[in-house]
């Protein structure tokens, strides 16, 4: 489900709206490496909720432009942060549709999938259960239908890395406890499975998706999933100390009944030669590099 426009051609230019965000700021670490011309959007250039906010952003673009969208208040819990959602998504509408773009390329969730006991594929009814995933779907729907350029959506699992803002349950809050010393408390016996991507793996494909002009919905995902008491265990062997492991009782049911598989088909036919971090090596570099930047 997603169609490259060409063979590799860098774009002219590239405006990574939220680049000094996780994702937003992975993504231009990878278009500086290349040597790809780029801008960086974040909240002082320009406030997503402001009345004026659509012309202010609409004055950074230029026509012929590729556009990565990384700009959201996530992840989204509530009604009122639903709602500064899709002021946001008026604002990047509003403005987007004011210039001639050449492409873009927008960073969705799995959250817009339901649970399923098989595993995902783009092809997968988008069904989402919570207020995430329906502000991303929205999203994706608004974007498609009210812009001309050609659109990626790309969906990630669960991503980590030393930069995330959020401290997710999982290998984010368990290295950074092991780099502080710190016990790993884990929710029941954390025998629930999950896929996680690297944030650098995340930001090559986005690179790979603008090098070739794509379009449509790509998943981002290792096609692995691994146990939360797994993962600790190798946070643990990973970690300079050794921190313990405690569990805690579940103050409810499992998130997604336990298990989120996917199929990485179309990812593997659209990219043959790229491949995931493997989950044991991007702990220990995001252990080395939590506890580097700890001394």
Do not use: W
């Not at 090559?204 to 797994?230: D, M, P, Q, W, Y």
């Not at 409810?252 to 009944?257: K, R, S, T, W």
């Amino acid at each position: 489900m997603l169609r490259h426009a060409h063979a590799e051609m860098r774009p002219a230019r590239v405006v990574v709206i939220g680049g000094h965000g996780f994702v937003g700021g992975a993504v231009c670490g990878k278009l500086k490496a290349a040597g790809i011309e780029h801008l960086t959007i974040g909240r002082r250039q320009v406030d997503l909720q402001a009345e004026t906010a659509a012309e202010e952003l609409a004055g950074y673009l230029g026509a012929g432009d590729s556009v990565v969208l990384a700009a959201a208040r996530a992840p989204c819990k509530n009604a009122a942060m639903l709602v500064e959602n899709m002021l946001i998504l008026r604002t990047i509408v509003s403005a987007l549709g004011r210039v001639s773009l050449s492409h873009v390329v927008n960073v969705s969730s799995d959250a817009v999938y339901g649970d399923e006991p098989l595993p995902l594929r783009e092809s997968s009814p988008a069904a989402p259960q919570t207020l995430h995933g329906a502000m991303h779907l929205a999203r994706e729907i608004a974007l498609g239908q009210e812009l001309h350029a050609p659109l990626a959506n790309v969906r990630p699992t669960l991503l980590y890395g030393a930069g995330d803002p959020h401290n997710g349950y999982g290998p984010n809050r368990f290295c950074r406890l092991a780099a502080q010393g710190k016990i790993i408390t884990m929710f029941g016996e954390g025998e629930e499975r999950r896929d996680h991507v690297f944030i650098e793996d995340l930001a090559e494909l986005i690179l790979r998706i603008l090098l070739r002009g794509s379009a449509g919905v790509l998943n981002v995902a290792t096609g692995k999933v691994h146990s939360f008491r797994a993962i600790a265990e190798m946070v643990i062997g990973a970690a300079t100390a050794t921190p313990g492991v405690t569990s805690a009782p579940r103050g409810g049911p499992m998130p997604h009944n336990g298990y989120r598989p996917f199929d990485t088909e179309l990812c593997r036919a659209a990219f043959p030669d790229f491949s995931y971090v493997n989950l044991p090596e991007g702990i220990r570099r995001m252990q080395r590099e939590l506890e580097h930047a700890a001394v």
